[in-house]
């Protein structure tokens, strides 16, 4: 079946800093690849997503390449903010017998970004 | 623009007590799921619905059964509850692949 291996936290850094939260899957096919927040206190928010190898997703500031020959989808930011602060999900999408698109998400990595 | 709507955001039950959660999708969504997020985990598949039809199942427990009505919104009913089920439960609807959360709803047994 579909899992996915995301990098353990907590990790904390100092504003500024550059971040990287590493992510691999495992799957049939051809999956689509997300990066999901979640902020305290609030649903997860979809960062950035991927359809296809070598796409690159980017929002905010963050980035993710989709890298089929090593099936990896790791998060990176060159200059953390203290906003950023939050729960990173990386999640990958598949479409079901029915037709419609069913997530799996890995297991989270709580940042913490100091002043 | 509207978003995942679900109720109630916070709810405390005894152990085996019944309850009901609601999603109200994005209009024009036609994927509702729903998932399960303990403390400190990832969240979990339980149920999902295409066209008010279930598409899939996860790891939702027998005393849990879900429905989507004909205005397309769901509920998830929660029978026998016991302490391990407090947990907060997300729904979410798609719309080209890319899924929308709602706040979720907090379940607290005790």
């Known amino acids: 079946g579909n899992s996915v291996t995301q990098m353990e936290g907590p990790v904390t850094l100092s504003e500024e800093a550059f971040l990287t939260i590493n992510c691999t899957y495992t799957a049939t096919g051809y999956p689509s690849l997300f990066w999901y927040v979640q902020y305290p206190g609030e649903g997860l928010q979809l960062l950035l997503k991927a359809t296809k190898a070598d796409d690159k997703g980017s929002n905010k500031g963050f980035e993710a390449t989709y890298r089929k020959e090593t099936t990896s989808f790791h998060l990176e930011k060159g200059s953390v903010q203290v906003s950023d602060s939050a729960v990173y999900f990386c999640?990958?999408?598949?479409?079901?017998?029915?037709?419609?698109?069913?997530?799996?998400f890995g297991t989270g990595t709580r940042l913490t970004i100091i002043p | 623009a509207a978003g995942v709507i679900q109720s109630p955001r916070h709810l405390i039950k005894e152990k085996r007590e019944t309850a009901t959660l609601k999603c109200y999708p994005i209009p024009r969504h036609d994927t509702v799921y729903w998932y399960q997020q303990g403390p400190g985990q990832d969240p979990q598949f339980l149920i999902s619905f295409y066209e008010k039809m279930q598409s899939d199942k996860g790891s939702i427990p027998d005393r849990f059964s879900a429905q989507q009505f004909s205005d397309y919104h769901s509920e998830l009913n929660m029978s026998s509850l016991e302490l391990g089920d407090s947990a907060l439960y997300f729904c979410?609807?798609?719309?080209?692949?890319?899924?929308?959360f709602g706040q979720g709803t907090r379940l607290t047994v005790v």
């Open positions: 999640a990958l999408g598949q479409i079901s017998n029915f037709g419609n698109e069913k997530l799996t």
């Open positions: 979410a609807s798609t719309s080209e692949g890319v899924a929308f």
